[in-house]
Nanobody
């Protein structure tokens, strides 16, 4: 499975962005998709996840503002980020984990920068 995130940029506080992650390869083997972020001088942290069964999970810091979704036809996963705050500034990464031919995998795509600033 390969991942490619896009959609980052500069946005004012209170604004919105939709991040996209293109999926390629054996996408039917994906058990869970996730969005993570890493701010300067901080560790990478979970933003939101979406399981194969459609269950979503979001960190407390983004709950009610960010939504993760998947388009199976387009092979895309999205992170809709609303009411952005300065503390949301980070590089955002998409992640996929699953099993292929009996082996567990966990893959990352290159990140996309989100900067929230006035």
């Amino acid at each position: 499975v390969q991942l490619q995130a896009s959609g980052g940029g500069l946005v004012r506080p209170g604004g919105s962005l939709r991040l996209s992650c293109a999926l390629a390869g054996h996408t039917v083997t994906i058990d869970e998709l996730g969005w993570y972020r890493q701010a300067p001088r901080k560790e990478r942290e979970l933003v939101a996840t979406l399981s194969r069964g459609g269950t979503t999970n979001a960190s407390d810091s983004v709950k009610g503002r960010f939504t993760v979704s998947r388009d199976y036809i387009k092979n895309m996963v999205y992170l809709q980020a609303n009411n952005l705050k300065r503390e949301d500034t980070a590089v955002y990464y998409c992640n996929a984990e699953g099993r292929y031919e009996g082996k567990y995998y966990n893959v990352w795509g290159p990140g996309t920068q989100v900067t929230v600033s006035s």
